[in-house]
């Protein structure tokens, strides 16, 4: 059974960047079926997408998230990493790791979805 496991920081400096790994058990991306995505929740508000990564290692990204967000994975470690710059009060929220068999939201019945990390920026 798959599981993922969120890691990182869970506070980050306004101005920094936020870096976070996924560590995906009993799962791997030899499928070549899934897509992997970074989905955060603000507090008080909606899921939103920042990114994916398949199978395969193409990578797709949030309009909103575009121009400040990497995603990448380590076949080795087998782990997914997220990076977002620049971060702000507002990307205080809970970030979560996500297996899904289609791309962004909405989310799917059959999606795996990590424990989740909450992330506060504040100084």
């Known amino acids: 059974q798959v599981q993922l496991r969120e890691s990182g920081p869970g506070l980050v400096k306004p101005s920094q960047t936020l870096s976070l790994i996924c560590s995906i058990s009993g799962g791997s991306f030899a499928a070549n079926l899934y897509y992997w995505a970074w989905i955060r929740q603000p507090p008080g508000r909606g899921l939103e997408w920042l990114g994916s990564?398949?199978?395969?290692?193409?990578?797709w990204y949030g309009p909103s998230f575009k121009s400040r967000t990497s995603i990448a994975r380590d076949t080795s470690k087998n782990q997914i990493t997220l990076q977002l710059s620049s971060v702000n009060s507002e990307d205080t929220a809970m970030y979560y790791c996500?297996?899904?068999?289609?791309?962004?939201?909405?989310?799917?019945?059959?999606?795996?979805w990590g424990q989740g990390i909450q992330v506060t920026v504040s100084a």
């Open positions: 996500v297996r899904q068999e289609a791309l962004g939201l909405p989310a799917g019945d059959n999606d795996i």
């Open positions: 990564i398949s199978d395969s290692g193409s990578v």
